[in-house]
């Protein structure tokens, strides 16, 4: 029941202009900073973790500004999901190659890291160009929200779902025989399995090796992609070049090199990375927990 309610406020949602939204979102977002205290000592002990330069202060503000972005992503997910087509083209706007997978005659993986806009690199992706995308996909605990979920990012096409759950056999063959990209979210906490502590802001973080390997054993082009909200409504996705000399024979590397990239693009836009996920959940044999 609750789910449904919540879907419902999500369609009602996306019939306001997008200013409004942003307001109701940043109005969602400082009530759940007061009521979340869970997810706001989790967002606390990241940002100490990683930007360990800013005093109390500058983290508490940090903070706070990060679940006045959360608030906001959430209510956008009725965008998403019900706007028309011509609605979300006017509100996506794109920075950097989207054409570079049409052109490339080898697979392509873009690294999209988590960012609260990220869904949208997949809305770009199905609204401007060609090139199908391959997705894995975490299944909701809730199946109505579970279905809502998948109808609504595949409503426009070209965008296929893969369970984490099962064998990677089919997301294999989807990118080699139907010509998708791989849209691969490469930051977060999955376990030590298939996975190593490569440092995260200088703290041991288990990191998938997966991005690394298939890239090579696919012979794939890797483009790094990333999505942030604007002020006032609307998103911008950025497209950079393609990474230079990766993958390489070693994933190890490979990964720490990725880890870096992203920690570039969290200090250019702290507030919007999704600080409420336990990053360090998985602590190397020995170390205690960090939460």
């Known amino acids: 029941m609750m789910a449904r309610l919540a879907l419902a406020v999500l369609w009602l949602m996306h019939w306001l202009p ?29 940002i100490e973790l990683c930007l360990p330069e800013l005093d109390a202060q500058a ?12 608030g906001r ?31 490339s005659d080898t697979p392509v993986m ?7 806009a990220l869904d949208v690199v997949g809305l770009a992706l199905q609204l401007f160009q060609g090139r199908g995308m391959a997705v894995i996909y975490q299944a ?32 294999i063959r989807a990118i080699r025989h139907q010509g998708l990209g791989f849209g691969n979210l490469p ?6 399995k298939d996975a190593a502590f490569v440092p995260f802001f200088g703290v041991p973080a288990a990191t998938l090796l997966a991005p690394s390997r298939m890239a090579r054993m696919l012979g794939m082009m890797v483009q790094p992609v990333v999505a942030e909200m604007l002020e006032g409504g609307g998103w911008l996705v950025r497209f950079l070049p393609p990474m230079a000399n990766w993958p390489t024979d070693d994933p190890l590397a490979d990964t720490l090199r990725l ?21 360090f959940k998985t602590r190397p044999e020995g170390q205690p927990a960090l939460y």
């Open 18 to 46: 997008v200013r409004v939204q942003a307001g109701i979102g940043r109005a969602l977002g400082a009530l759940l900073h007061a009521l979340a205290t869970d997810r706001r000592r989790i967002a606390t002990r990241n």
């Open 140 to 171: 909701q605990s809730n199946p109505v929200f579970d279905a809502a979920v998948r109808k609504g990012r595949q409503r426009f096409g070209g965008l296929e779902l893969f369970a984490r759950s099962v064998s990677a056999k089919p997301l």
């Open 110 to 116: 873009w690294l999209v890291p988590h960012f609260m």
């Open 259 to 279: 880890n870096q990239w992203i920690e570039a693009e969290v200090r250019r836009c702290p507030a919007q990375y999704l600080w409420v996920h336990k990053r």
């Open 59 to 70: 983290r508490a503000r940090l903070v706070r500004e990060h679940f006045r972005w959360l």
């Open 187 to 192: 930051d977060m906490d999955f376990g030590i």
């Open 73 to 103: 992503s959430i209510l956008e997910r009725g965008l998403f999901w019900h706007a028309p087509r011509e609605r979300l083209e006017r509100l996506i706007a794109v920075e950097g190659d989207l054409g570079l997978a049409e052109r």
